[in-house]
């Protein structure tokens, strides 16, 4: 690992909520009187993509006396922002409002979450940004938060999780693209399940580290959905970001979609183009984590097989424990790809960091 140059841009930090208390202010009278009296307000509903008292969850120096990493903007802005010398962060708040059964209260909590996100943080720094959080499974509701933000330049992307209902592609989800498009914010995928289904595709596993492992599949998964129901002929400005999936199963999986798409492409005569040409054009990785070999030589000859200098986008993952100190550029990547991938893409992905 390296360490960051200052003027960085971080597509992923974790600001979290002290507790769903917190969001009761921004919650209309009748949700917050359902909250309080189902007693829903004494449960902490974030949706960590860790166990919360797993090292991962967060670095010791980054946990704050009390409450869970990322509840604290004032370590936050002095760890992350200070810290790295960063230019801007986009703030990916994960939270159970994404995974709720009940639309109406999803789509209720994803508003007071996203204007919890915009007072108790973008307000206090400038260099703060914000992805939307969305109820995925009522489109219409999603529609509806897109518009009532587009407004507000500071969020510049739409959030969602690698394992959702059923796959991305699916035609249900295309006005909530339409909409990304429309106010040029990207669709952000991150780590993480709705747990509608099995996180595996042979099943429930035993284990944590299962889970955490199957992410690479779900979000290989939803990539080929995107190209193969054809998302990016129909949307073809639309960037879509995956979020801590890792990279480095990237050119394996190009070179199968291209191969098996030659196969069978009569099957999907509207994927005009390669995957790979999608691929390059429209979907953008964050680095953090990276899931590096143990010579640097090697990482460098799998950024070279992607085939495009436009793909990865620094992040640290703050405030998870993905490097030590402040070491957030893996050893490996192209020196060449290092402007690319501290700034330019992101500006590429995200045009409304510049609109603000």
Known sequence: MTTVPSGAIDCDIHPATPGLRALLPYLDDYWADAIVARGIDRQNLDLTSYPSNTPLAGRPDWRPEKGAPGTSFEMLKAQALDGFGTRYAICNPIHVAQVLANDYMAAALCR????????????RDPRLRGSILVPMQAPDLAVEEIERLAGDK?????????????????????????????HQLAIGIHAGSMYRHAPTSVGWPSFYLEDYVAQSQAFQDQLLSLVSEGVFVKY?????????????????????????????????????????????????????????????????????????????LFSTDYPHWQFDGDEAIPQGLPASM???ILVDNALETYPRLSQH
Not at 162 to 175: D, F, H, N, V
């Open 112 to 123: 007071a979450m996203n204007d919890w996100l915009a007072k108790e943080w973008l307000d």
């Open 154 to 182: 500071r969020f510049v992307q739409v959030l969602t999780l690698a394992m959702g209902e059923q796959p991305l592609g699916k035609r249900a989800y295309w006005p909530i693209y339409a909409a990304a498009e429309k």
């Open 236 to 312: 073809p400005a639309l960037k879509v970001v995956l979020i801590e999936s890792g990279f480095t199963w990237l050119p394996s999986y190009i070179w199968r979609a291209d191969k098996t798409w030659r196969g069978v492409r009569m099957e999907v005569p509207w994927v005009n183009r390669a995957p790979s040409e999608f691929l390059h054009e429209n979907v953008r990785l964050t680095i953090q984590p990276t899931d590096a070999p143990p010579d640097p030589k090697q990482l460098t000859r799998i950024c070279e097989q992607i085939g495009s200098d436009r793909m990865l």
């Open 338 to 340: 290092m402007q690319n």
